[in-house]
């Protein structure tokens, strides 16, 4: 099994920033892409942006210029620096990654999700 464990969230002022990471441990082999997702409240989860193993990345139109994700493989941790954060950027955010493992002798490729943290912008 695998667990990703979120952490970085709280309440920030429009305009400030935080750092969010989420850690991965468990049955690794390795990691394939690792994803950020955010769901505010009566709206569907979406996609904040995407890093795969090779450092390649994909913003949201939304957060383009604002927000980095990045990733350390010898950690197997992911993290999305948020700038200029703004009020609707407020929701619950969730680390995604898709996980290469071995058990005895069966390869498996599964997708884990974290608990979610909680980002608030406000005044």
């Known amino acids: 099994q695998v667990q990703l464990v979120e952490s970085g969230g709280g309440l920030v002022q429009p305009g400030g920033s935080l750092r969010l990471s989420c850690a991965a441990s468990?049955?690794?082999?390795?990691?394939?892409?690792m994803g950020w997702h955010r769901q505010a409240p009566g709206k569907q989860r979406e996609l904040v942006a995407l890093?795969?193993?090779?450092?390649?990345?994909d913003y949201a139109d939304s957060v383009k210029g604002r927000f980095t994700i990045s990733r350390d493989n010898a950690k197997n941790t992911m993290y999305l620096q948020m700038n200029s954060l703004e009020p609707e950027d407020t929701a619950v955010y969730y680390c995604?990654?898709?996980?290469?493992?071995?058990?005895?002798?069966?390869?498996?490729?599964?997708?884990?999700w974290g608990q979610g943290t909680q980002v608030t912008v406000s005044s």
């Open positions: 468990g049955s690794i082999f390795s990691i394939n892409a």
């Open positions: 995604n990654a898709e996980v290469l493992s071995l058990l005895g002798s069966n390869w498996t490729r599964d997708d884990y």
């Open positions: 890093i795969a193993s090779d450092r390649n990345t």
